[in-house]
């Protein structure tokens, strides 16, 4: 029986409290004691997920002693689990050569994941650890953009000639050690991609067949070049496992695997999840000091937003001078259209992340969108004009914030639907737009078109 | 070669424009024909993700003529890669013989995918179409809740009794007819798991070694009552490709794969989104009313919202007539508050989603967020009362625009990680948590604050 770790789950039950409970005993040990050998007996067993599980838990000097005291067992899948702001903390405990160490045992596309997150001249000296064939080829692929399928794929991949009997690749199997896979490639004499057979397909052929006989001539095959975001559409599109990425001759150079692609998308649409609320990444775990600037921006843009606010306030200032009911309801068309707006915008941006929207029905889109503003906005403009009618017993108050309201709704759907569209035409991040943007012409739109109203109708 | 739909890609290059080049001609076709023969010939050798593709870009009535037309052949995977809301319209689209004649080919986790969505009465006449062992099995599957292991997982699973040699399991596998699987498991003579080899080491073994010899003891089993949350967790932690799902005797009742679980890791972010941007769930496919309707909650909460800060200004209504500046400053507190507030919102919605938050590190996480709070607020609240300052040349408006601004900000870091916490322990959705109910009171605490402060400055 081959020897794994134990992990947590079998020895205490459910997963989580049975990680809760570890992460107690951990700091305790830390706190107290100076002992790297208790520390490893406390690890021993674990699998390098729960181990990133556990240091992502700690204080930062904690994690320092825990790392510093796991030094020598150190396993560099771990910094693999770690979130990235963590990883170049704990990366940064090592110095280059003990780095390189560590790395030598990983899978290229794992090692390569890890160099990236290093300074140019760090990871040009870890290189030099690494044997010579090895680090020029670690080089070549770091030059290559991070979101493609050249960043994305691991170089060691089986791949079997069409002529080979069953038999022939499964010998060839046996005698290589290979990361786990899960479809056989078969290629022609130029190692040219021609099909390929699910594994658990693979184990049911007789052995005497030719590969050429059993392979699927699959059409899932990744070009070198291409973006993440054509990548996990594949996979979704077509619930794959595996799939071999080609050169533009179709030689098979590497394989982009579920697992990889699962963190991809995961990774993609909690970026667009910060976006929308303001943050450019999760700052979880970073710093009070990088969080609080990392934050400004979003808000500098609120100030400004705020100083327009009250630029167009200070301009209808005369109005200001005729009724204090006006002062009053001035707020509330604001609000009503920047949160319709984000309403809008949140469909809009999760649609073109999934491809659902695009120049096909943008144009379907933005009108059915309007349509809701218009109902919406006809609805809750009409209810809140007779309420502010009966507050202050003037139907001029009434008018002013019904159409207020009505309007800013109408462009916010309008903005919130074009605003990201346009944004992902020009290859921005249609995350980014909706907060900043959105909210401040909303805001400005909202107190001006109350307050111009407001002199319109008062003053005729 | 066995014979496999060609897809759209290896016929016309890039996968998104010839899906977009396929829409296209199709619409032409429905559009001025009723010839199902050319809609046949026209999605011949299609997979049925990519006919569902296909299918989510036309016009309700393109779609009508489309399903209609294909009905004679139409595969009932198509179904489960539509949109829910597009689902039940197609399901629609057939009697329940026809229905049932369709899903009779599915996989069972895919049939009980489907029937959930049927209403009860209809999924009870589908039912009686199926063998009496099978509906009766569905039945019993139906009634469990959606969100656990049991509706997640796939019947037909594969076990091998711990005595058997790997030449044994291996003419097993051949004989039957299996979906996909990517890992062995083992059970004893009770089908209690013991233990399981992933595909790629399997087929590396001798033929006559035992399989209790080569499997690894995986501590990777998902109780039967498991919820979406805990599966999730461990497949990403340990990365796995299949797990076998144990009922409270250790005894194998079925697989949860990869590609489950993907689809649920992003059905929950994507959920997650939505709620941040004050939505149930996209309705990106839903009609003009149902979306109006659906989004008309949120947007009564920013009523009452509105109509508390209303009440708020209309208190401290003496106030304004002091000074005409403050009227100008007065949305600015609100406005800071609010977004700041959102940004510490989303950090700990997404940190809670992935369990990066918990009773172990939630004193810490709120500690930084208000010393966050109070950098930022201190910097910009500063800066804008200097501001305010300059342009009023009254010192005391800009105490109270600093003042106001920087206590909001700092309730708004307060409330932004407890209300996602607080709702969390609840058993609520977090997501759901920070729009509506942080808006409101940052907003009536920001008018609050800034009139309060005027008045007590100004009075005295």
Known sequence: MSITPKGLYLTEGRLVQALSNKIASLRILLDHSNNSDELNQLMKGLYPSEIAYLIQHLEEEQRRKCVLGLKSEFNAEILLFLSPSLRKEVVNLFDISELSQILINLESDDVLNILRDLEAIHYQKALNYFPVEKSRFFLERLRHPQHTAC???????????????????????????????????????????????????????????????????????????WGQDEITFMFRLYELISAPVVDKDSRIVGVITVDDVMRVIEDKVAEDFMHLGGIHASDFYETVSKTSVGRLNWLLITVIDAILTSLVIQYFERVLHFKQGLIILMPIAAAMGGNSGIQAATVAIRALATRELNALNSARFLWKEVSVSCFNGALLGGGLGVLAFLWFKDIRVGLVLGGAVLFNMLWAGIAGTLFPMIIARLSGDPALSSGPLLTTTTDVFGYGLFLGLSYFIFKF
């Open 151 to 225: 960043a994305l794929m691991r170089s060691e991949v089986l791949v079997f000639p069409d002529y080979w009997k069953v038999c022939q690749a499964l010998e060839h199997i046996r005698s290589c050690h290979t990361p786990r896979f899960y479809d056989v490639f078969v290629v022609d004499h130029e190692r040219r991609f021609l099909g390929s057979i699910e594994l658990s397909a693979f184990v049911k052929c007789q052995e005497d067949e030719l590969l050429s006989e059993v392979m699927t001539r699959s059409t899932h095959v990744i070009p070198i070049d």
